[in-house]
């Protein structure tokens, strides 16, 4: 805990590690408070260390127990210990062995960092800096080393002991009701994949044969009863095991692949070497408990851990500042996995969705940061959606740039050159600058650089000379703190589409690179002319997303209705449909806050019509072109004094005017999807429920009388999760007859499933009712809340501050105290979940001057604070400043 800002840990400042561990032999013996590890160290000294140095190992809140060198007790002057290190003198030899006994509490440990228990079993998180929590270590990605671990728990308790690896050998111990079991993991690892599991467990078998041919044992691990709910994720394992060997060439290395499903978990899921850890929340599914959303983040989150084990186990990062090295690239993997098994142009859209509702607020507040930061107070708070998920478009980008062939030779020798390393950015990129022979300098600013690049957007045709000349202009806004960005190399993927709606072939072109479809920008300004252009076409510009900017393209609403009608790139296609939708609302929110009545919206209408109309079309796209820009992305496309109320009156009238303009179709809609039969989780049959589901919300909106009846009876004869759901939403966000009584029927049912009730807690924590805080008050009193479960405090409070932006910030200020108040609680426990739910505070400049001031008198409040731990005190430090 501390109260001032600790010096900043800088990327200038690396350096490689004076000794190196080749080999670790743990013996751990687990008990549940007082768990004795002893950790046999075979240390070398590096040779190109200058002269003899101590040897400093981390550690965090262990009892040390014993140290010896060489077998002999280390004399107490040869050593010191402090709160987070052990410094030993400079020893003599170049290589020795050390071993050092510790005890430690998985009890004790609320954080969820290093060893710990939930619902009984123990498991571990290392990840960034949690093996320091375990035994004194050189805890840093570039230290790579041997395991062997021996475990040993009573056999009644722990049945099941598991680490990383191949199991070598169990037994018994005589008279004492222990067991041991020990594994040994032939690849060198850094200590943040080290990982064990015991406890009673239940086992999911299953196997897979590699391409060439070897036998791998995969086994899932839940709590006894859960069995059942394993199957999507065991599927999802064999078909990301199947793909990333004819996706990539790249196979498994082990003979088990295990998984252990656990409840208490900070993140998503956990890489570790051949003992992959998850939030249960990402394993666990059947139509019951689980929604269509569900199991597609299981299916990315499964597929998302197993593609490390070449980005990021076989490969690894030298530093934690090249942590998008391996997150960029595996969230790359992961997307391309999903899109594969789904819909290519969904998938897109709904990562796009993503990154602009998470990334984009990210890199235009005080928390932006570039893909590779230089520097950082506390690691844990650097797994952000800039790193993950800007990083992934990075690479994607990479491969539109080179082109799929010479984007998949560069990965070839990426793998081939660096297997067995740590290893860095700049490494990562001279592999595609070998292979292909193209300089990367300028394409590597988009590690460099923070913000949102805002890319302008202008054409004219010229008739007499039949040319059609686009200005370009590439610019990244003034950020605090970052000198003036250079122009990157933005691959902008296009088309110029006739009146017949086709894309026109292109035949010459002054200015720029457009080759396979492709414009590059890679100046501040930039003048592209197409010639031979006999009339005028409309240009389709960013097509598929192919760069995460912000493009302003100046389009009479004509044209873009024309793209919204006519695109053949789905992405494009719904993006002109989702331009639409915002200028459309913001018009209204100016309305609303006018006191003027609102501009026409028959043209949205028409197109919604069309699209809904379109015999062709998807109905999972359907589905996402019917839904609207959320609250909080109109918020951040107005940018400044945001009236969260206004935002949300007016897009309130604009949904009701769309239900109403198109009430038959969606009760028509609603009806024919409803009762599909047997519930399957394809892609296919879940974009007919979401258009069902959407259809219906709408319809519920349209006035009709009978409206309400539907939604109910749709609620009461839901044979799946997603159904019921989507009618429970629909009843509670929309304060409709029955909610109550939905709500009740809902939690009889499902109260003994954890990962439903949390569906049942978010629904009301983000209803947009006044009355919503003091049921949040209620929610938090049901004997049911668990603060120390991450999950359930995510359900109830991370919801409603990113997704309840008119409660969150209520001019009375409830809503800030609310949040400030429950990250001070929680802080005390879990630092790691303090500071994510500490972040939804990131946009409370863009806030109107009231609700800005209430906000910062919250963030001063937790700033004040004496005990606030690093990760908290470094979000609201970036947060003020
Ligand atoms: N490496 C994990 C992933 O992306 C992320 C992770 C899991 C993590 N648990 C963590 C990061 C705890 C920080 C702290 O798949
Ligand atoms: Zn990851």
């Known amino acids: 805990m501390q109260s001032k800002t600790a010096p900043a840990i800088r990327l200038e400042d690396y350096q490689p590690p004076a000794y190196r561990i080749e080999t670790v032999d743990l013996d751990i013996r687990l008990d549940p408070k007082a768990t004795i590890v002893a950790a046999e160290l075979s240390v070398v000294r590096q040779p190109d260390t200058a002269g003899h140095v101590p040897l400093v190992l981390d550690g965090d809140n262990l009892k040390l127990l014993s140290l010896e060198q060489n077998g002999k007790t280390v004399p107490e002057d040869h050593y010191k210990t ?13 290589r020795f062995t050390l071993t050092i006994t510790t005890e430690v509490n998985p009890d004790a440990n609320t954080q969820l960092m290093g060893l710990y228990r939930s619902s009984g079993t123990y498991c571990t998180q290392c990840e960034a800096d949690g093996f320091r929590r375990i035994t004194y270590f050189p805890d840093r990605p570039d230290v790579l080393s041997v395991y062997t671990v021996r475990l040993e728990a009573p056999k009644t308790s ?24 020990i594994w040994h993991d032939p690849h060198p690892k850094p200590a943040y994949l080290f990982a064990l599991v015991a406890g009673d467990l239940a086992k999911v078998p299953d196997s897979f044969i590699t391409a060439s041919g070897n036998a791998v044992e995969l086994n899932i691990y839940v709590e006894h009863g859960k069995e059942d709910l394993c199957d999507w994720a065991m599927d999802s394992l064999k078909r990301s095991m199947r793909w990333d060997e004819d996706a990539f060439g790249r196979e498994y290395d082990l003979d088990v692949f295990n998984i252990v499903a656990v409840s208490d978990f900070n993140m998503g899921a956990m890489e570790n070497k051949g003992l992959n850890i998850f939030n249960d929340k990402y394993v666990l599914a059947d139509p019951e408990t689980a929604t269509d959303q569900d199991y597609a983040n299981i299916e990315a989150v499964i597929a998302h851990e197993y593609f490390h084990n070449w980005t990021g186990n076989r490969i690894t990062c030298r530093d934690w500042f090249q942590l998008c090295l391996k997150e960029g690239l595996t969230v790359f993997r992961d997307q391309e996995f999903s899109a594969d098994m789904r819909s290519r142009p969904v998938k897109r859209i709904s990562d796009v969705k993503l990154l602009k509702m998470h990334q984009f607020p990210e890199d235009a507040g005080p928390l932006a940061h570039p893909v590779r930061p230089r520097a950082y107070q506390e690691i844990n708070n650097f797994y952000t959606a800039t790193v993950y998920e800007k990083g ?24 081939d050159r660096h297997d067995g390393e740590a290893t860095t950015i700049e490494a990562f990129l001279t592999c595609f600058e070998d292979a292909t022979g193209t300089d990367l300098d300028q394409f590597s600013l988009w590690y460099e650089q923070a913000g949102t690049p ?44 006739g ?27 930039q003048k592209v002319t197409f010639k031979q252009i006999p009339d005028a076409p409309v240009l389709s510009l960013l097509r598929d997303f192919s760069a995460p900017v912000r493009l302003t393209q100046t389009l009479p609403s004509e044209d873009l209705v024309f793209l919204a009608r006519h695109d053949t790139d789905p992405y494009n296609r719904w993006q002109a449909v989702q331009t639409l939708a915002t200028q ?19 043209s949205l209408i028409d197109v919604l019509r069309s699209i809904v109309d379109d015999q062709q079309l998807d109905p999972a796209l359907k589905a996402q072109a019917l839904t609207l820009p959320t609250e909080a992305d109109i918020a951040q496309e107005i940018g400044k004094n945001v009236d969260p109320d206004a935002i949300h009156k007016a897009r309130n009238n604009l949904r009701s005017d769309i239900g109403s303009g198109l009430s038959q179709h969606f009760r028509m809609i609603a009806e024919e999807f409803s009762a599909m039969g047997k519930f399957t989780p394809d892609a296919e049959s879940a974009g007919k429920r979401a258009l069902s589901n959407r259809a219906l919300h709408y319809y519920a909106l349209s006035g009709d009388p009978s409206a309400s009846a539907l939604v109910s009876d749709r609620f009461a004869a839901a044979n799946n999760m997603t159904d019921r759901l989507a009618a429970l939403t629909i009843l509670v966000h929309e304060a409709m007859n029955g909610s109550a009584e939905a709500l009740a029927a809902f939690r009889d049912r499902h109260q003994s499933s954890a990962l439903a009730m949390d569906k049942w807690f978010m629904t009301q924590a983000t209803a ?34 990113t997704g309840n932006p008119t409660q969150f910030a209520r001019p009375d200020g409830k809503g800030f105290e609310l949040i400030a108040e429950s990250v001070l609680e929680i802080d005390k426990r879990n630092p790691q979940v303090a500071s ?12 109107e001057k009231h609700r800005s001031a209430l906000a910062e008198s919250a963030l001063l409040r937790i700033s004040s604070s004496e005990e606030l731990s690093r990760d908290c005190r470094d979000i609201v430090d970036r947060t003020l400043q």
């Open 82 to 94: 402090s709160k987070t290190a052990l410094e030993l003198a400079a020893p003599e030899e170049d």
């Open 158 to 181: 722990c049945p099941v002991l598991l680490a990383n690896g191949n199991l070598k050998e169990t037994g018994e111990i005589a008279g004492t009701g222990n067991h041991f079991a």
């Open 392 to 415: 992934a478009e990075i690479i994607r980008m990479l491969k539109t740039y080179l082109g799929a062939e010479d984007f998949r030779s560069g990965l070839d020798l990426y793998f």
């Open 454 to 497: 805002l890319v302008t957007a202008d054409t004219k045709y010229d008739p007499d000379q039949q040319t059609l000349t686009v200005s370009l202009s590439q610019e990244i806004p003034p950020l605090p703190g970052q000198k003036t960005a250079r122009p990157s190399v933005v691959p902008l993927r296009f088309g110029l589409i």
């Open 499 to 525: 009146a017949n709606g086709q894309d026109l072939e292109i035949s010459e072109c002054d200015g720029a690179d457009v080759s396979g479809g492709v414009l590059v920008l890679n100046k501040a300004r």
């Open 584 to 602: 459309t609302l913001i018009a209204r929110t100016e309305a609303v806050q006018q006191g003027t009545s609102h501009t026409d919206t028959d």
């Open 768 to 801: 947009p009712q006044d009355e919503t805080l003091d049921a949040i008050s209620e929610l938090m009193a049901n004997p049911l809340y668990d603060a120390t479960n991450p999950n359930r405090v995510r359900a109830v409070l991370h919801s409603f501050a």
């Open 836 to 847: 994510r739910l500490l972040t939804s505070f990131r946009s409370w400049r863009a806030l």
